[in-house]
């Protein structure tokens, strides 16, 4: 009986494994060769995937330009930021932005209705900050924005807070006598793709200045003398990249040689300008607002909300696919406005070469 019974179970193990070989089947891959053939250069896009991409990843129409009238600052009270701009397109752009990032609460998300200048709501405070950033990531950051530049919709899409930020992770404690514990454990997260790394390597290279652990070049310490916990950390920031922008690791490196600067592909130094863009916004203009946000809208440590390379991609290898949304909206390329930050050059390493295409577009799927 107890045979004819484990018979039974083995066959009906059979018949779902079939099921599930002929069900899950392997999807369909295009592929998009960046090298020679047989060198592992290729970038593979899952029709699927790419098509969600697609679906939230186009710019909504532009209101018509206005550009008339006195500066705003003579129309508008306690207007610090875009003082000097007409008051046509300080309107214009207040619109928009209620369009990119409050659409169904309206003007009252930020304002006091019927006292504008009022900075009584924390959300004009707020906004007031994320749109000099914006105005310092289209003036200060050309090198990784190029002339695209951003916008409020790039990161909000439609939501007063943006669907991908990122919290300091809470450190697994020590174990208490024979207990396990999580201490020193990597835990998997989504925004690493859920592997099995450091679920928070923002924290160390996209608001701090850790450094990204370079390849040694000898078998012995002396080679290097990074730890394995900034490899693995390493590793996990990748694996970020990789997800947020909907690439592989060949859409910046070379798959025969990933340390070599000289032979990774163009795109590997726009992630390198990336990095430290992304470590002055965080630091310079989230961090400071910590206590201006409620506790509601902070992490598990009482932290605010950060930006990461998913903030504005979505999985996409250029925000929107590239659209030129800041373009119609001079004031937010810095032309008029008042109160931004000044360009500061970037020092480039001595081991990474200076190419003019730095900005070249990666493939499109």
């Known amino acids: 009986m107890r045979t004819a019974l484990s018979g039974v179970a083995l066959l009906g193990a059979f018949a779902i494994s079939l099921v599930a070989v002929l069900t899950f089947t392997r999807p369909p891959i295009n592929i998009v060769a960046t090298g020679n053939p047989g060198t592992g250069m290729q970038l593979n896009y899952v029709p699927k995937q790419v098509a969600a991409a697609l679906a939230i990843n186009h710019a909504p129409a532009a209101l018509p330009p ?6 705003a600052s003579t129309v508008y009270k306690n207007v610090q930021v875009l003082g000097n701009v007409s008051s046509g397109a300080f309107t214009r752009l207040m619109v928009s932005m209620t369009n990119w990032v409050a659409p169904q609460q309206g003007c009252n998300y930020c304002h006091v209705a019927g006292n504008f200048a009022s900075d009584s709501k ?6 007031r900050r ?19 530049g951003v916008t409020c919709y790039t990161c909000h899409r439609g939501a007063p807070l943006p669907s991908q930020v990122w919290f300091t992770g809470i450190t697994p404690g020590s174990g208490a006598g024979l207990l396990e514990t999580n201490m020193g454990k990597n835990l998997p997260a989504l925004a ?27 078998a012995l310490p002396s080679g290097n003398t990074q730890s394995i916990k900034q490899t693995d950390w390493t590793y996990a920031l990748m694996m970020h990249y990789s997800q947020a922008l909907g690439v592989n690791c060949a859409f910046c490196h070379n798959s025969q040689a990933f340390s070599d600067w000289s032979e990774s592909t163009p795109q590997r130094l726009t992630a390198f300008y990336a990095e430290a863009m992304l470590r002055d916004l965080n630091a310079n203009y989230m961090v400071p607002l910590t206590s201006i946000f409620p506790a509601n809208q902070r992490g598990p440590t009482g932290d605010v909300a950060k930006i990461n390379c998913a903030t504005c991609h979505q999985g996409v290898y250029k925000p929107l696919f590239g659209a ?19 360009a500061t050059p970037m020092v480039m390493p001595s081991t990474m070469p200076m190419s003019s295409s730095s900005t070249t577009d990666g493939a499109k799927p």
């Not at 994320?130 to 695209?148: D, E, P, R, S």
């Not at 030129?324 to 008029?336: C, D, E, I, K, T």
Request: net charge neutral; proline share 9%; no cysteine.
């Open 66 to 71: 206005i550009d008339a009238g006195p500066p």
């Open 122 to 127: 924390y959300t004009k405070v707020i906004a």
């Open 130 to 148: 994320m749109l000099q950033m914006t105005i310092a990531v289209n003036t200060k950051y050309t090198n990784h924005v190029g002339n695209v």
């Open 192 to 218: 690493i793709n859920n592997s099995s790394l450091p679920s928070d390597p923002f924290t160390p290279f996209l608001l701090n200045h850790e450094k990204i652990r370079d390849q040694g070049t000898t």
């Open 324 to 342: 030129a949304m800041a373009a119609q909206f001079p004031p937010l390329l810095g032309v008029g406005a008042t109160a931004t930050a000044a």
